[in-house]
């Protein structure tokens, strides 16, 4: 009985033993992997002259000011786990980070908060966070990545990015509770670069590598996944140039000569035209026509649900069926102010029975191009096709 006493007691220490090592291990790869950024010129490279190296409230720290670029991190690439650092607005503006950039800077992940004053802690556009595309911020196609912060307009504002694979919660002052959680990231890239940008001090920028806090990095919920009524499978002819001043006539729409590839929506229901044909130039207007068909038992009418930026033009069967217009900005703009989502428009659809050719006209010259499209029911409704 003793001797089988014993054996429990040597194991036990065994297991405890174990328990240090694996716990001073991960204290170890914690150190190793936490990068305390210096703010001085070494350490940063800077769009243009705008930006000063300054003690701020007794911290060394870095300030971006009126018409300075970004401030490029060197030497540090980022892919997994958290990022931290304090800001102070100089000025009401956009203050953010990007992170994962590609090495010419024009795909990356983009969060920033919007220190115009004074910010209710119930507005949901004092956060928000944005792909780049091309170099395009998508801002105005991801309504759903807004959210309410406690920010302050003096002192520092403690922000923390977690970030793992395609997840990313983000901390805003409150680091018990997310301010925001993002469970689909949209950009094309895993690994990059750090920039700072924004008319504001930064300070005590901590990088920790890998340490994502158990966040899962497999894509999370996707609301629209398992909704049958948006119209996801296209086909889509390549950009022509249409300029500002230029109306719809019947040289830019679709005929026999029209080449057409394949595009699907992105999840969210997104067709992403500035995935597919990039950056439009800026100063210049293009225009692409989707197309797809759907197959109805009975003649009927079903109720079409649009979102886009920025303008629309509706073909069915070949006849035209209406057209709209979406610019941030602009008298006419949809809410939410000039986003696009589900909610910007609608229109019925005179359904005939048997095959509906529905083409859509889709302009852009200004930051993110595509369309949400939804059906009100599918009933009677046998194919959504290209």
């Known amino acids: 009985m003793c001797l089988y006493g014993n054996q429990i007691f040597i194991t036990m220490k065994k297991t405890i033993a174990v328990a240090v090592l694996v716990f001073h291990a991960s204290l170890l790869f914690a150190q190793q992997n936490e990068l305390r950024v210096a703010m001085n010129e070494s350490q940063w490279e800077f769009d243009g002259e705008q930006v000063e190296l300054v003690t701020h409230r007794s911290t060394p720290a870095i300030r971006g000011l009126v018409g300075g670029g970004r401030m490029h991190l060197n030497d ?37 908060l919007r220190t115009f004053w004074p910010v209710s802690p119930l507005l949901r556009t004092a956060t928000q966070y944005s792909t780049v595309i091309d170099g395009v911020t998508m801002w105005d196609m991801t309504d759903e990545y807004q959210a309410p912060a406690h920010l302050k307009q003096e002192g520092w504002n403690h922000v923390k990015l977690v970030v793992s694979g395609r997840q990313m919660v983000v901390y805003v002052n409150d680091m018990e509770k997310p301010t925001m959680y993002v469970p689909i990231m949209e950009g094309s890239t895993d690994s990059g670069s750090i920039s700072l940008v924004g008319m504001a001090t930064f300070a005590n920028l901590v990088i920790k590598h890998g340490a994502t806090e158990g966040l899962d990095p497999s894509p999370g919920y996707d609301p629209t996944a398992n909704d049958s009524r948006y119209l996801r499978d296209w086909l889509v002819s390549e950009p022509v140039s249409f300029p500002v001043e230029q109306a719809l006539t019947g040289d830019v729409v679709p005929d026999s000569a029209t080449t057409w590839k394949p595009l699907k929506a992105e999840h969210r229901g997104l067709v992403n035209l500035t995935r597919a044909f990039g950056q439009t130039p800026q100063g210049e207007r293009r225009l692409v026509w989707l197309k797809t068909t759907i197959t109805s038992e009975t003649v009927q009418q079903r109720r079409l649900s649009l979102g886009f930026s920025d303008e629309v033009w509706i073909l069915i069967g070949g006849q035209f069926l209406m057209m709209d217009k979406n610019y941030y900005g602009s008298p006419g703009m949809k809410e939410p102010r000039g986003r696009a989502t589900i909610e910007n428009t ?26 949400f499209a939804r059906l009100d029911d599918t009933a009677g409704l046998t194919a959504l096709t290209p």
């Open 346 to 371: 609608s229109v019925m659809l005179p359904l005939q029975e048997g095959e509906n050719e529905i083409m859509i006209g889709v302009a852009n010259n200004f930051f993110g191009w595509g369309i």
């Open 76 to 112: 540090v690439e980022f892919s997994n786990g958290t990022i931290e650092f304090d800001v102070e607005a100089n000025d009401p503006s956009f203050v953010g980070i990007y992170f994962r950039q590609s090495e010419d800077r024009r795909e990356s992940e983009y969060f920033y």
